[in-house]
């Protein structure tokens, strides 16, 4: 077994709003191994991104991590004091977003953005972080890189942005990069630019990816393991080709079946799938493991 | 950018012209003029009227009389003020060094109070602060100005803390340069804090609505995931963010400053231009008011253009054109 870099045990975060409480994410387990990818699949609200804000410790009121370890090399996260992890965000964990257009501050060059991220976590500042920065726009793939520095977030298309925001995330050698579906918002062809970029850079630079997406054909090329999630929790987890090849649970069936041809994945959400659990099931969550490393939810088995 | 101030500039020209013949048929909607109030007086003789109103050019056609003013202003002499008997450009030219003083003094003094409560009651929302602050606000936008200007005159008269009116003591001209700032300073202090009030609840609300909106934005969440602090957070990226608009804004909220600023110049005798326009109208002295409307429009124009100059330093998406 490779070395355990994630563990997310019994994970809940509730939104507790007006009208009533939220379990977004409730009783979430899973592991990340050093270099892995983790593909977390799910249709749209079914807690993806709550679930990597909640390794971040970025879910804001009226939301809160009610329960639950996220350990990180050892290390539950939720112990940590706000600087401490501070100083994980961005160093070891580095997150993109689904939303490249707004995901950089308009008022600032791409490069102050870069030189922010390694002034908090290598300290380097001036000349020697330019010359970093510039370095980490030309390894993802960003033309004239020494003037590029200087253009305005508004200057650049989207895929070029959604490049700067991987230069920004990469910049600290993190070892794990959570990816929340990094493409969705890109033209296709952009798309797989981008995908063939994480590739290339997951290899190179010795990271994890934990990689948000409702797209399965996404997850067939570039996951190691998979997490199906839906309502809030994990229904099946197993390796990939595990999971294309004996799809145990009904919810995971569904989404295969709903999976679009590989070049012309869909930009708006799956429709929702008419699997339900029955009543009696809904308490239980207990993942069963019904061959090496593939877990089922109990009820479903 | 130089040629876009200058292009700006040019094209004021038309327009303070207008204002200058607007402003001159105002002045013409009450019957009379300047030399009535003479006529009425048995001590001036007949003569003596008659020689001024031709020096005056006042027994000329209205037409004429504009148009030959018209053509004096455009080489920087705009006529003489019947009142003070000097040029109109040097009356009008003091009051608007304290007309400047006292709006730019009361700008500072708002902002300076409004951005950092904004800021402050946006991230602490819904507390004790924010909660006074809706109370205050509520109290500031419904007195009226010019009842907290008598206010206030009331409270320096009561305890004399602070001059009744004016914006120099009568041994002003005997200071040394320290002790003048010092004068200065201490009769602008209840002006400014009148008028500065005024725009501070406005402000503030507005500052913690930019706020609020630019907080819930993507690129705050992705500052926060760089691993920057929530002061960081909020300091540079979602503040700067958050005042961009108010520039915006600033520029139509000048005409209210100035308005106000008459406003508190009436009431508290402060010698600013709004005072010197209800004077110039009221003792129907022609050129001064023609001045000091035209002043008044340069002083709005000039204000926006800073505004928009300010806006496309600050902001790299807007271009001048
Ligand atoms: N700020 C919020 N306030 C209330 N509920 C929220 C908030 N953010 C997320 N949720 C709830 O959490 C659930 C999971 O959301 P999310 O993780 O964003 O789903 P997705 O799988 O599409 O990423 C949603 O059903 C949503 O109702
Ligand atoms: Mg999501």
Redo the contacts between chains.
Sequence with gaps: MSEQLLQVRNLQTQFFTDDGIIKAVDDVSFEMARRETLGIVGESGSGKSVTSLSV?R?VLPPGRITGGEINWKGRDLRKLSE?EM??????DI??I?Q?PM???????TVGN?IE??LR??QNLRGDAARQRAIAALDDVGIPDAARRIDA?P?QMSGGMRQRV?IA?ALSCNPDLLIADEPTTALDVTVQAKVLDLMKDLRVQRDMAIMLITHNMGLVAEMCDRVAVMHRGKIVESADVNQIFANPAHPYTRGLLRSIPTLDSAPKTPLPTLDWQPEPHQKEQSHLVEIAPRHWVSAWAA | MLRFILKRLLLMVPLVIGISLLSFCVMQLAPGDYLDQLRGDPQIRPETIERLSQQYGLDKPKATQYVLWLVNALQGNFGPSFTYKIGVFEVIMQRVYYTLLLAVCSLIFSWSIAIPMGIYIATHRNGLADRLMNFVAFAGISLPGFFVALLAMKLAQQTGWFPVGGASSPNYEQMSWLGKVRDTGWHLLLPVLVLGTRGVSGLMRQMRGNLLDVLSENFIMAARARGLAERGVVLKHATRNAINPLITIFGYELSGLLAGAALVEIVMSWPGLGRLLLESVTGRDLYVAMGAFVMGATLLIIGNLIADVLLAVTDPRIKFS
């Excluded at chain 1, 707004?102 to 600032?108: A, G, Q, R």
């Design positions: 971040m970025l600087a501070r100083a994980i965000r961005g160093d580095a997150m977003f939303e707004t995901s950089l501050d308009p008022l600032y953005h922010e991220a908090l976590h305005y508004h925001m920004i």
